[in-house]
């Protein structure tokens, strides 16, 4: 299983990104694919999640602001991040369930200066 990110860098806050991460699994095989990220010295976080019927979960601090999507003839999931603050700096590591099994990606950078 492979899953790719791209689309992190710095951004000023108040600005926006969009995050894709593209999986090997045919999406419609995964039970949940998503985005977690982890800021230096914190725990790894839940971002926002889409599950197989297209029901998504949001982390609190990012509800309102984030929205994931995903693109099932791509076997693509983005995350489209608005009104981005620097609290918002992190790894963003997409990571999905299929088949009983949890895979992770390398992870993205996202810089939120102020």
């Known amino acids: 299983v492979q899953l790719v990110e791209s689309g992190g860098g710095l951004v000023q806050a108040g600005g926006s990104l969009r995050l894709s991460c593209v999986s090997s699994?045919?999406?419609?095989?995964?039970?949940?694919i998503g985005w977690y990220r982890q800021a230096p010295g914190k725990q790894r976080e839940l971002v926002a999640v889409?599950?197989?019927?297209?029901?998504?979960d949001y982390g609190d601090s990012v509800k309102g602001r984030f929205t994931i999507s995903r693109d099932s003839g791509r076997n693509t999931v983005y995350l489209r991040m608005n009104s981005l603050k620097p609290e918002d700096t992190a790894v963003y590591f997409c990571?999905?369930?299929?088949?009983?099994?949890?895979?992770w990606g390398q992870g993205t950078q996202v810089t939120v200066s102020s």
């Open positions: 699994t045919s999406i419609l095989s995964i039970v949940a």
């Open positions: 889409i599950g197989n019927g297209g029901e998504t």
């Open positions: 990571t999905q369930v299929a088949g009983g099994v949890a895979s």
